[in-house]
């Protein structure tokens, strides 16, 4: 299993990022993929989480309304759209996903919001 990150940056606060997560070596289409971010002295906290379909999302409370997470099955990729991004959104933000038992965790993307 490979989970690859990108599209992190800085940006000021108000800006927008996408960021892409490519899997490999399973099979994309049948699970659950969520994105968990960390910034510095915090604990990783789950950001949003998506369903093998795409049918069914959810979003922590500081991101509600601002964040967007959608998957294409046929692509292997998971996104996160992030909307009028504040400082305290800055962290390191990972891909990941649970397979029998097992998490896995891509290498992390850094955001960070400043002026």
């Known amino acids: 299993v490979q989970l690859v990150e990108s599209g992190g940056g800085e940006v000021q606060p108000g800006g927008s990022l996408r960021l892409s997560c490519v899997a490999s070596?399973?099979?994309?289409?049948?699970?659950?993929m969520n994105w968990f971010r960390q910034a510095p002295g915090k604990e990783r906290e789950l950001v949003t989480r998506?369903?093998?379909?795409?049918?069914?999302?959810n979003y922590a409370d500081s991101v509600k309304g601002r964040f967007t997470v959608s998957r294409a099955n046929a692509k292997n990729t998971v996104y996160l759209q992030m909307n009028s991004l504040k400082p305290e959104d800055t962290a390191v933000y990972y891909c990941?996903?649970?397979?029998?038992?097992?998490?896995?965790w891509g290498q992390g993307t850094q955001v960070t919001v400043s002026s």
């Open positions: 998506i369903a093998s379909s795409g049918a069914s999302t």
């Open positions: 990941h996903t649970y397979i029998r038992g097992r998490n896995f």
């Open positions: 070596g399973f099979t994309f289409s049948m699970f659950y």
